[in-house]
């Protein structure tokens, strides 16, 4: 079995909207906007990070804002629900924030024992408040209006939709050390047991199901973590023997980056932990300054004036 993947360091979704976006993450549901950058292939589209204080992996949610792309459909072959920890009784806080807001709900449900609350952000994305079994001792980020009774501790799960679930559970088990933990209908639950927190992925299996297509409100790709580049080469050379295509390391400024597509069509990247969101700005001032990657340092004055300004 394999012990390195260090459970999910991040997920990445598509907006149609920067300011929209940044809104109701930051203020909305309250999380840190931790880095803004720039998509490295599309610099004149933002990429934005919220995450906790110091965008700890396992609770950073990035977007790509994409400005009018439309929007897109969830399916299989994707990612289709993001799932935040949340403390108990806190739900009532959040369907009274949320009707306030006008955020679409659903009733709060049961899975596996532990209670969910399912939304829908402006784009459409499907997210889910979840108070799972046991505590969850993450220091959360709070914002004036959202306490640390009430806020979010970061990723508790998250939800690949797939037409079989076979060859994504081999990759899940086979290469990246999770396990089997139950079954409730078409949906598999998979952990590991590396982290306390942001270890599960439900796997749902929809054997009719149509593809998905990735714009505004759907999940571009789910990211693992790993501790170190090394770490992350060994798990290359494994996933290569496997028969799977996978990219070169790519450098990201804040972690190091390998993609690849498992066999149920999802785009999962490993990633490093290091040198993480500090690399390049103090604690205190993440996200208050828009950090381009050198090889877009000099078009600066032109995104200066190109990207929307967020307020």
């Known amino acids: 079995m394999n012990n390195n993947i260090l459970g999910l360091h991040h997920i990445t979704a598509i907006a149609g909207n920067a300011q929209q976006n940044f809104d109701f993450y930051t203020k909305t549901l309250g999380l840190r906007l931790v880095k803004k950058t720039v998509n490295f292939d599309d610099p004149g589209t933002y990429h934005l990070y919220y995450g906790d204080e110091s965008g700890s992996a396992g609770t950073i949610l990035t977007f790509f804002p994409w400005e009018g792309i439309g929007q897109g459909t969830e399916g299989v072959g994707m990612a289709t629900e993001i799932g935040y920890s949340v403390p108990v009784d806190s739900h009532q806080f959040w369907l009274e924030r949320f009707g306030a807001a006008n955020v679409k709900t659903k009733e709060i449900t049961e899975r596996f024992g ?56 081999k990759v899940l088990t086979d290469l990246f050390g999770y396990r089997l933990l139950g079954q409730e209908e078409n949906r598999y639950r998979f ?44 798990l290359r050379e494994q996933i290569l023997s496997k028969n799977l295509q996978i990219t070169p390391k790519i450098d990201r400024d804040y972690f190091y980056s390998l993609y690849f597509r498992e066999p149920g069509g999802v785009l999962f990247e490993i990633a490093t932990e290091n040198p993480g969101f500090t690399v390049d ?19 600066r004055e032109d995104l200066d004036k190109l990207l929307p300004k967020l307020i």
């Not at 590396?194 to 505004?216: K, S, Y």
């Not at 993440?286 to 877009?296: A, C, S, V």
């Open 114 to 169: 532990e209670q969910v609350l399912a939304f829908k952000d402006p784009d459409g994305l499907s997210l889910s408040l979840i108070v799972p079994k046991t505590t969850d001792i993450r220091t959360p980020w709070e914002t004036t209006e959202i306490k640390k009774d009430t806020a979010t501790k970061g990723f508790h799960s998250t939800t690949l939709t797939l037409q079989s679930i076979d060859g994504t559970a």
């Open 191 to 234: 952990i590991t047991d590396t982290v306390e927190n942001a270890a599960i992925v439900d796997l749902l299996e929809v054997p009719a199901g149509h593809r998905g297509r990735n714009a505004a409100g759907t999940n571009h790709h789910v990211a693992f973590r790993v501790k170190n580049e090394d770490i992350q080469m060994e």
């Open 281 to 299: 700005e103090p604690l205190n001032e993440l996200g208050t300054h828009l950090k381009l990657p050198h090889q877009h340092e000099h078009l």
